[in-house]
C-alpha cells in the first residue's frame, strides 16, 4: 500500500468516526429534550366560550396532545368524565378543560321528576337563576267571564279579577338552557310579542303534582314569572300568601 493510498484509508476512518461522533451528538440532544419535555398525553381545550352553569358537551372540545409533565393535576383526560356536569364558571375558548371548571349537575331525588319549561327572559330572573337555585313558580290568569244572572244591579255578569298565583314554591333548578327566540304561536297581543323576545328553557325538578301544575300554569296562563329564593332561605310561601288579586288587595 503505497502513501496515497494509506492517505485514503485514514481519511475514510476519519470520515466514518466523525459522522459516529456526530450521530452521538444528535442522540444526546434527542434525549436531553426527551428529558426535558417526557412523553405526551391527551387533554382538551374548549372549541368555543361556555356561559356558566351551561351543561358540558363532548362536542365543545377539542382533543390536544402535550407533553405530560406540563399537563396541570386537574386535567382532563378523558371527556366521558364530563357528562352530568355543568361549568362552575365562564369558559373561554381555548382554555384548557380542568376538573375544578365544572360541578355534577343538581340530582333527582326519590319520588321527583324532570320538567322543562320555557321561560321569558326578561321576567325570569335573566342570567341569575342557575342550577341548584330555589325559586319561587308565579303564574298570572286573566279574569274569567262570568255567566250573566240577570240585567239589574244585582247580576254577576262580566269578568271575575285577574290574579297572581304561586303555583309552586321553592322549585329546585336543574338545569337552565340557552337563549332561545320565543316562538309567537298567534295566541299573544303585540305588545306581548315586542316585550317577549328571547326565552330560556329551564329544567326543573318536582313531583307529579307540581310538574302538572307547572304544566297547566305554561300551557293557561298569560305569563309564568320566577322569583329567586335566597340561599338559606327554607320557608314556604303561607296558603294566604299564594293567590293575589288588585280587589282584594289591603
Known amino acids: 500500500?503505497?502513501?496515497?493510498?494509506?492517505?485514503?484509508?485514514?481519511?475514510?476512518?476519519?470520515?466514518?468516526?466523525?459522522?459516529?461522533?456526530?450521530?452521538?451528538?444528535?442522540?444526546?440532544?434527542?434525549?436531553?429534550?426527551?428529558?426535558?419535555?417526557?412523553?405526551?398525553?391527551?387533554?382538551?381545550?374548549?372549541?368555543?366560550?361556555v356561559p356558566a352553569y351551561r351543561t358540558l358537551e363532548e362536542g365543545q372540545f377539542t382533543k390536544v396532545s402535550m407533553p405530560k409533565r406540563w399537563l396541570p393535576e386537574t386535567a382532563v383526560t378523558d371527556l366521558s368524565g364530563i357528562r352530568g356536569h355543568i361549568a362552575v364558571n365562564p369558559l373561554k375558548k381555548g382554555s384548557l378543560l380542568q376538573s375544578d371548571m365544572m360541578a355534577r349537575r343538581p340530582q333527582l331525588k326519590s319520588g321527583e321528576q324532570e320538567i322543562a319549561i320555557m321561560i321569558d327572559a326578561e321576567t325570569g330572573v335573566a342570567g341569575k337563576i342557575n342550577p341548584g337555585n330555589r325559586v319561587n313558580i308565579y303564574a298570572?290568569?286573566?279574569?274569567?267571564?262570568?255567566?250573566?244572572?240577570?240585567?239589574?244591579?244585582?247580576s254577576n255578569a262580566g269578568k271575575a279579577p285577574s290574579e297572581s298565583r304561586v303555583i309552586v314554591s321553592r322549585a329546585k333548578v336543574i338545569d337552565v338552557g340557552k337563549l332561545t327566540p320565543l316562538k309567537d304561536d298567534g295566541s299573544r297581543d303585540e305588545r306581548t310579542r315586542r316585550r317577549e323576545r328571547d326565552g330560556v328553557p329551564i329544567t326543573f325538578a318536582l313531583s307529579t303534582a307540581d310538574a302538572q301544575r307547572v304544566a297547566y300554569a305554561e300551557s293557561f296562563a298569560e305569563h309564568v314569572r320566577l322569583a329567586l329564593v335566597a340561599p338559606g332561605d327554607d320557608a314556604e310561601v303561607p296558603e294566604e300568601d299564594r293567590t293575589y288579586t288588585l280587589p282584594g288587595d289591603k
Do not use: H, P, W
Open 140 to 154: 298570572t290568569f286573566d279574569g274569567e267571564q262570568r255567566s250573566g244572572g240577570g240585567s239589574g244591579s244585582g
Open 1 to 49: 500500500m503505497n502513501s496515497r493510498q494509506r492517505r485514503g484509508v485514514i481519511l475514510l476512518v476519519l470520515s466514518a468516526l466523525c459522522a459516529l461522533a456526530a450521530f452521538a451528538g444528535v442522540l444526546a440532544v434527542i434525549r436531553n429534550v426527551e428529558s426535558k419535555v417526557g412523553e405526551e398525553t391527551t387533554a382538551y381545550e374548549l372549541k368555543e366560550d
